[in-house]
């Protein structure tokens, strides 16, 4: 299987990345294949612009996007990684998922709505806050995030929804052991999904 591992944090030590990194270690070790896209060191641009709206005059994808386009296009799953600012994912992986999963690629507009282009694919979301879960629940901001980057986005692209994991109470330099057991939950999730990763040793 490929899995494109979709991560968006401005540090490249951070606790993302380190996730990110974790998922990608496991299915790897499993003989699968991860596709690492890290929007900030790519520094992808997450502005839409005007020829890139569907239904304007001459439309079509931007040369960047279609790029990505053909490096996902046999991706099975798509893991999307990334903390909670204003309890929302930052700009630059909302930027990407519209330029990106967006008609032609994840979905093709019809009379009738649209229809998804991505049936057969998975989906499978891990985020972050300093905040914990249940404050984010007792908020509404979790179930806000669920419906729309998870449910909506999944049904729109046809993706089958496998799971949101969520880290909360995340403070900038956590300690390593603490992030060590966050990587064992990353992996668990894997397990769970995936089957058993070796032991390495």
């Known amino acids: 299987m490929k899995h494109a591992v979709i991560f968006a944090h401005p540090n490249a030590h951070s606790f993302t990345a380190a996730m990110a990194e974790g998922y990608a270690g496991a299915v790897e070790a499993l003989g699968h294949t991860a596709l690492r896209r890290d929007l900030y060191r790519m520094d992808f641009d997450p502005r839409l612009k005007s020829t890139e709206l569907p239904f304007a005059e001459n439309w079509q994808a931007a040369p960047d996007a279609i790029a990505e386009r053909e490096l996902l296009k046999d991706a099975d799953v798509f893991v999307l990684f990334y903390p909670l600012w204003l309890n929302s994912p930052p700009a630059i992986l909302k930027g990407y998922l519209e330029?990106?999963?967006?008609?032609?690629?994840?979905?093709?507009?019809?009379?009738?709505?649209?229809?998804?282009?991505?049936?057969?694919?998975?989906?499978?979301?891990?985020?972050?806050?300093?905040?914990?879960?249940?404050?984010?629940?007792?908020?509404?901001?979790?179930?806000?995030?669920?419906?729309?980057?998870?449910?909506?986005?999944?049904?729109?692209?046809?993706?089958?929804?496998?799971?949101?994991?969520?880290?909360?109470?995340?403070?900038?330099?956590?300690?390593?052991?603490?992030?060590?057991?966050?990587?064992?939950?990353?992996?668990?999730?894997?397990?769970?999904?995936?089957?058993?990763?070796?032991?390495?040793?």
């Open 99 to 201: 330029r990106v999963f967006g008609v032609g690629f994840a979905y093709r507009g019809t009379s009738q709505g649209t229809t998804p282009l991505l049936k057969g694919r998975q989906l499978l979301s891990f985020s972050s806050s300093g905040a914990p879960l249940y404050w984010l629940q007792q908020t509404g901001a979790f179930e806000a995030i669920r419906t729309l980057f998870d449910s909506y986005f999944a049904e729109l692209c046809g993706l089958a929804l496998l799971d949101h994991v969520h880290f909360g109470g995340i403070v900038p330099g956590a300690r390593e052991d603490f992030v060590a057991a966050r990587q064992d939950d990353v992996r668990n999730t894997v397990k769970k999904h995936f089957g058993a990763i070796p032991d390495a040793r």
